[in-house]
């Protein structure tokens, strides 16, 4: 009966996803929605989006083994990204009236910076859209008793969402997110009041964590357990700035105060009903502690469904798994629809004659398509947790694409060289720690590399410029003049 009810919950998702792609006209349509989304849906799309496995598997699971300290990525720092996106960048890149977020690093720096920033982006939705695929794969097996297995789970997911986001792209997200929030929400606060009252209340289970030292947040007064921390927090917040998914958002929103208020008010949405999978996950000690200490040395990833499946009626399981699925599916479909726009606008696209837009779209859905197929192989073949996945994908953002990003917004002398010197000593000082460096190194590779590229920035901007640039494209972009303006020099 479980399986039957999630089976005609995925049916219907999937039905709604393709009743959405009808809407679908041109390339504007597929990738930002025709910047037509009202407040409701844009808050919608971006808390779904980021409402992923990881929020509902990956940081209760991470959380139990460790403290609050031990998830200060995600659910803060990835809370924090939406906000400050919405106070810092939404604004100025609305104006822009762009495609892709590589387009910005095209009209901010060229065609060399454009390629290089759009390349780290896209291989960072790899490790994103490979934890939704696991998580989908998880799922099925679980609510089929092992009839299914990961691997044959992962398939159907990949190739169910595939279906409606290669034909609906944004539109299908958008849509598909604002059920799958409703279901999410409704769903977690359902199975939280059911946990609650078979431990007692939720203070019950808030005490017993305080007291087994869970809710310890900052690091101990050592310099580098708090540059450890510091490295944690800034790998989302920062490094999942410069991401196409989140420039999605803004850029389909109908104004630019819905762009604006839509990022901040999703992002504080998801920072409060992520603590929600938390409770539930953590509560699972005091119902269930034998299971609990089982699957922590198997599986920790489990103890949520396994919770829900062993100790909870049919109709909350049913809602448990519909809003799991609904956190994935809304995940993983804008996941794969944001690299795959990028690649394919800003990589393949000027390397191909001048095509119409009908021909650009069916770029973009090839793009699609062969984009799903890497991130199932690359999921299938993962040994690493959702958690982790998830964390280590923003890594390469965040030492090649942040800093030309942010300076290049609000720093007037940022210049071409610079945005390629910083990327080029943030991607080699990363890549040597990791490669060359100490297991356990005094500064994480990930924040060693955002240093550099910073250093990058500062010291290719203000030493003499051997490549050509304009000044006026800062100005211009603050003036909001660069709507329809060609790249600039570079």
């Not at 930002?32 to 779904?48: C, E, W």
């Not at 720690?433 to 920035?457: K, R, W």
């Amino acid at each position: 009966m479980l399986l039957t009810l999630v089976i005609c919950y995925w049916v219907f998702s999937v039905a709604l996803g393709l009743w959405a792609a009808l809407r679908v006209k041109n390339t504007r349509d597929f990738a930002v929605a025709g910047r037509h989304l009202p407040f409701y849906m844009v808050t919608a799309t971006v808390f779904a989006t980021w409402f992923g496995s990881e929020a509902v598997l990956g940081i209760p699971a991470t959380f139990i083994d460790g403290s609050l300290g031990d998830i200060v990525a995600d659910p803060f720092g990835a809370a924090l990204c939406l906000i400050l996106v919405g106070v810092f960048f939404a604004a100025p890149l609305y104006r822009m009236k762009l495609l892709t977020i590589g387009d910005f690093y095209k009209r901010r720096y060229g065609r060399s910076v454009e390629v290089l920033t759009t390349l780290a982006i896209v291989l960072s939705y790899l490790g994103w859209v490979g934890a939704q695929l696991m998580a989908l794969g998880l799922v099925f097996n679980v609510v089929s008793d092992g009839a299914i297995s990961m691997t044959a789970g992962m398939w159907i997911g990949a190739g169910s969402i595939l279906i409606y986001t290669l034909f609906g792209g944004m539109w299908a997200v958008a849509i598909t997110d604002l059920v799958q929030m409703i279901v999410i929400v409704l769903g977690l606060l359902y199975i939280g009041g059911e946990v609650s009252e078979m431990v007692g209340g939720v203070s019950v289970v808030v005490d017993h964590a305080a007291a087994a030292g869970k809710l310890e947040f900052w690091p101990e007064a050592d310099l580098k357990a708090i540059i450890a921390f510091m490295a944690a927090a800034c790998t989302m917040m920062l490094g999942s700035m410069p991401q196409q998914d989140v420039f999605q958002r803004v850029q389909s929103a109908k104004s630019e105060r819905i762009a604006v208020w839509g990022s901040i008010l999703g992002g504080s949405l998801y920072f409060l009903f992520a603590f929600i999978p938390l409770f539930i996950g953590y509560a699972a000690t005091l119902v269930a502690p034998e299971m609990v200490k089982n699957l922590m040395a198997s599986d920790s990833q489990l103890i949520l469904p396994q919770l829900v499946l062993q100790h909870m009626p049919l109709i909350a399981q049913v809602v448990f798994f519909g809003a799991l699925l609904s956190a994935i599916k809304g995940c993983a479909s804008a996941t794969l629809l944001a690299p795959s726009v990028s690649f394919a606008e800003n990589i393949l696209k000027p390397l191909l004659p001048p095509m119409q837009d009908k021909q650009l779209l069916r770029l973009m859905q090839a793009v699609t398509l062969v984009f799903a197929a890497c991130t199932l192989a690359y999921a299938l073949n993962s040994e690493s947790t959702i958690f982790g996945m998830v964390e280590d994908a923003y890594q390469v953002t965040l030492v090649a694409a942040f800093v030309p990003l942010a300076f290049g917004v609000y720093w007037r002398k940022a210049t071409n060289q610079g945005a390629l010197m910083a990327i080029a000593f943030g991607v080699s000082t990363w890549l040597g720690i990791i490669f060359f460096g100490p297991e356990d190194p005094y500064v994480p590779a990930q924040f060693a590399g955002l240093l550099a590229s910073i250093a990058g920035m500062l010291l290719g901007s203000l030493m003499p410029q051997y490549l050509e640039h304009d000044h006026e494209v800062h100005d211009k972009l603050h003036r909001g003049e660069m709507a329809h303006t060609g790249p600039q020099h570079g």
